[in-house]
């Protein structure tokens, strides 16, 4: 599974932005996906996830209200809708995919991952 994300820019703070990754294979739909985020100096953490039927997602605590992930099973397509952001948002964000069928939010659980965008939100 190769997966590319697109979508990173810099803004300032308030503002929204759409990220997208597009993911290849027939498989899309059969995968759980995630949104992770690395800032400088820091681990990788969890944003946001997604059940492999949209169905079911969740946020971490900071991304909550703010944060909201989607899919397209037809376009083989993930996307992160992020409002109000703020500079603590500032980070690479990395699409990655999980053949488990429980959502995870862990890296280690995750077995594909995109190169990664970068966000720069401004104060």
């Known amino acids: 599974v190769l997966l590319v994300e697109s979508g990173g820019v810099s803004v300032q703070a308030g503002g929204s932005l759409r990220l997208s990754c597009a993911a290849s294979?027939?498989?899309?739909?059969?995968?759980?996906m995630g949104w992770f985020r690395q800032a400088p100096g820091k681990g990788r953490e969890f944003v946001a996830a997604?059940?492999?039927?949209?169905?079911?997602?969740y946020y971490a605590d900071s991304v909550k209200g703010r944060f909201t992930i989607s899919r397209d099973n037809a376009k083989n397509t993930v996307f992160l809708q992020m409002n109000s952001l703020k500079p603590e948002d500032t980070a690479v964000y990395y699409c990655a995919s999980s053949v488990s069928a429980v959502v995870r939010t862990t890296t280690s659980q995750y077995d594909y991952w995109g190169q990664g965008t970068q966000v720069t939100v401004s104060s």
């Open positions: 997604i059940s492999r039927g949209g169905g079911s997602t």
């Open positions: 294979g027939r498989t899309f739909s059969a995968h759980v």
